[in-house]
């Protein structure tokens, strides 16, 4: 809300109880002074000053009576309902009468009337019919600013609500970047031990040439492995250029023994998904696939769209695994394959599903089914 530079008066006025009581008090018995005026002073043909002033020091005599009442009955506010009603009529009729006394007190002390005590009821009834309006009013006044308070306190509770609402989901989703990254970066010491061993085997067998063209490529995939962000996406071209670079490290180890091939269909090229979540899937078929057979091997990589699901496959002609069923990724081994599961619960909940089956050609494969979306999906709390 914009700030409004109020004058002092107002905005004490706003703020300070006892200001707004006696701002009310003014306007009102200054309204009873005016009525009076028109009603009795000028109905009656009473002009004289005598009669104006005695309307005016009523008044007056009436603000300072209900100054005290206001606190009587301000100590009768926590009491029952009956109670409180009979000490606040007693206290109106005690304060009606007291006002009446000194009003016509001053009526005879101002004026040239004489004998008017006879007639004291018909000052008396006036007077307790304007204290009960002055305590109607004083007790929707109060109920109004209990109400206002009340409101304010709610209106503060709610707001205090939100802001440790933010914070839990701020923290939440700072706890869930942190889970992320460690999932993400738990993958590079993962292949560089992979890597660095077949580096030193290359070293050792005195393939300088493939060594040097390894520590390149690694060079090249570890840059883009520091620069990608692991809390968001990439495109699956992205994905499948990385998976490349990756490839080209272990085709410079393993050399005609590994084959590769990718199949990218179009209409998914674009589609986001988590980066480098491919990967580790790549190097377990590698390590348990391509390096135990003296042949190698060839795998393949595919990213297809399929009843509006992006569907991602990486497959071997390896030995595939002895139960044929497809196996739930629970069931699978290798750091690797954890991870891309612990990953895709983050990211996607129940949204996504990953599958381990042999092919039936021989070999092994891992499906990966994601949500197809233009953007990365956070999963849903539950």
Same mark, same amino acid.
């Given at each position: 809300?914009?700030?409004?530079?109020?004058?002092?008066?107002?905005?004490?006025?706003?703020?300070?109880?006892? &200001?707004?009581?006696?701002?009310?008090?003014?306007?009102?018995?200054?309204?009873?002074?005016?009525?009076?005026?028109?009603?009795?002073?000028?109905?009656?043909?009473?002009?004289?000053?005598?009669?104006?002033?005695?309307? %005016?020091?009523?008044?007056?005599?009436?603000?300072?009576?209900?100054?005290?009442?206001?606190? %009587?009955?301000?100590?009768?506010?926590?009491? #029952?309902?009956?109670?409180?009603?009979?000490?606040?009529?007693?206290?109106?009729?005690?304060?009606?009468?007291?006002?009446?006394?000194?009003?016509?007190?001053?009526?005879?002390?101002?004026?040239?009337?004489?004998?008017?005590?006879?007639?004291?009821?018909?000052?008396?009834?006036?007077?307790?019919?304007?204290?009960?309006?002055?305590?109607?009013?004083?007790?929707?006044?109060?109920? =109004?600013?209990?109400?206002?308070?009340?409101?304010?306190?709610?209106?503060?509770?709610?707001?205090? @609500?939100?802001?440790?609402?933010?914070?839990?989901?701020?923290?939440?989703?700072?706890?869930?970047?942190?889970?992320?990254?460690?999932?993400? =970066?738990?993958?590079?010491?993962?292949? %560089?031990?992979?890597?660095?061993?077949?580096?030193?085997?290359?070293?050792? $067998?005195?393939?300088?040439?493939?060594?040097?063209?390894?520590?390149?490529?690694?060079?090249?995939?570890?840059?883009?492995?520091?620069? &990608?962000?692991?809390?968001?996406?990439?495109?699956?071209?992205?994905?499948?250029?990385?998976?490349?670079?990756?490839?080209?490290?272990?085709?410079? @180890?393993?050399?005609?023994?590994?084959?590769?091939?990718?199949?990218?269909?179009?209409?998914?090229?674009?589609?986001?998904?988590? #980066?480098?979540?491919?990967?580790?899937?790549?190097?377990?078929?590698?390590?348990?696939?391509?390096?135990?057979?003296?042949?190698?091997? $060839? %795998?393949?990589?595919?990213?297809?769209?399929?009843?509006?699901?992006?569907?991602?496959?990486?497959?071997?002609?390896?030995?595939?695994?002895?139960? $044929?069923?497809?196996?739930?990724?629970? #069931?699978?081994?290798?750091?690797?394959?954890?991870?891309?599961?612990?990953?895709?619960?983050?990211?996607?909940?129940?949204?996504?599903?990953?599958?381990?089956?042999?092919?039936?050609?021989?070999?092994?494969?891992?499906?990966?089914?994601?949500?197809?979306?233009?953007?990365?999906?956070?999963?849903?709390? #539950?």
């Amino acid at each position: 809300m914009p700030v409004v530079n109020r004058h002092p008066f107002v905005r004490r006025l706003i703020e300070n109880r006892d &200001s707004q009581f006696w701002f009310l008090q003014f306007l009102g018995w200054s309204g009873l002074s005016v009525i009076s005026y028109f009603s009795l002073n000028l109905w009656y043909d009473q002009p004289e000053l005598s009669y104006v002033a005695h309307n %005016l020091l009523q008044s007056l005599v009436g603000a300072l009576v209900t100054w005290p009442m206001r606190y %009587l009955i301000k100590r009768c506010w926590d009491m #029952s309902w009956l109670r409180r009603l009979v000490s606040v009529a007693f206290i109106v009729l005690s304060f009606a009468a007291l006002w009446s006394v000194l009003r016509l007190s001053l009526f005879l002390l101002l004026t040239d009337e004489t004998n008017l005590w006879r007639d004291f009821g018909g000052w008396l009834f006036p007077s307790i019919f304007i204290f009960l309006c002055w305590t109607a009013l004083y007790h929707g006044i109060k109920y =109004y600013q209990l109400a206002q308070h009340e409101h304010a306190v709610l209106m503060q509770m709610a707001a205090d @609500r939100n802001e440790q609402s933010m914070r839990l989901a701020q923290a939440e989703a700072a706890a869930r970047a942190a889970q992320l990254t460690m999932l993400r =970066y738990q993958l590079n010491p993962h292949f %560089l031990f992979n890597t660095l061993n077949a580096l030193q085997g290359l070293v050792a $067998t005195g393939a300088n040439t493939r060594a040097s063209h390894m520590i390149a490529e690694l060079g090249h995939f570890l840059r883009y492995s520091l620069q &990608s962000d692991s809390l968001h996406s990439v495109s699956v071209e992205q994905e499948i250029e990385a998976l490349q670079m990756y490839l080209s490290i272990e085709q410079a @180890r393993f050399g005609e023994r590994l084959s590769v091939r990718v199949d990218l269909d179009p209409r998914v090229a674009q589609a986001q998904i988590p #980066s480098m979540i491919l990967q580790p899937v790549v190097e377990n078929a590698i390590k348990y696939a391509i390096a135990p057979s003296e042949s190698g091997g $060839t %795998l393949e990589i595919n990213a297809l769209l399929e009843d509006g699901m992006l569907v991602l496959t990486v497959s071997d002609d390896g030995p595939g695994i002895a139960d $044929t069923e497809d196996l739930p990724i629970s #069931s699978g081994t290798g750091v690797g394959l954890r991870n891309i599961r612990e990953r895709l619960a983050n990211s996607y909940g129940a949204k996504a599903a990953m599958y381990i089956a042999n092919r039936g050609d021989g070999g092994l494969m891992v499906v990966i089914r994601l949500p197809l979306s233009g953007a990365f999906v956070q999963a849903e709390a #539950s």
